[in-house]
């Protein structure tokens, strides 16, 4: 079983970077996809991006792409979601998940572990 357990969110102007982390513990971490997912309020979860297990491909969606970058360090078990230029849509709680799954996988019932979540918020 893995733990997985988010850090780095916080409240920040239009423009401005965050670096999320997820550090997980337990089970064999490369066994695993990483995605990153958000829940804005009131709206349901979506996803975000994904990295495969050894980092080599790595997906976001398109209203993240040339803003938001996925990586994992697989020697200390993190993985990273670096956040450029952040908009008020951006905000939402970030969830790292972990599912032993096929690559195109996106959908949150094909992730079994989760983290707790960070919230970002993006305002003025």
């Known amino acids: 079983q893995v733990q997985l357990e988010e850090s780095g969110g916080g409240s920040v102007q239009p423009g401005a970077s965050l670096r999320l982390s997820c550090a997980a513990s337990?089970?064999?971490?490369?066994?695993?996809?990483i995605a990153w997912f958000r829940q804005a309020p009131g709206k349901e979860r979506t996803f975000v991006g994904r990295?495969?297990?050894?980092?080599?491909?790595?997906y976001l969606v398109d209203s993240v792409k040339g803003r938001f970058t996925v990586s994992r360090d697989n020697a200390r078990n993190m993985v990273y979601l670096q956040m450029n230029n952040l908009k008020p849509e951006d905000t939402a709680i970030y969830y790292c998940?972990?599912?032993?799954?096929?690559?195109?996988?996106?959908?949150?019932?094909?992730?079994?572990?989760w983290g707790q979540g960070t919230q970002v918020t993006v305002s003025l």
């Open positions: 998940a972990a599912g032993n799954t096929i690559w195109g996988s996106s959908e949150p019932t094909q992730f079994i572990y």
């Open positions: 337990g089970g064999t971490f490369t066994n695993y996809i």
């Open positions: 990295i495969a297990r050894r980092g080599g491909n790595t």
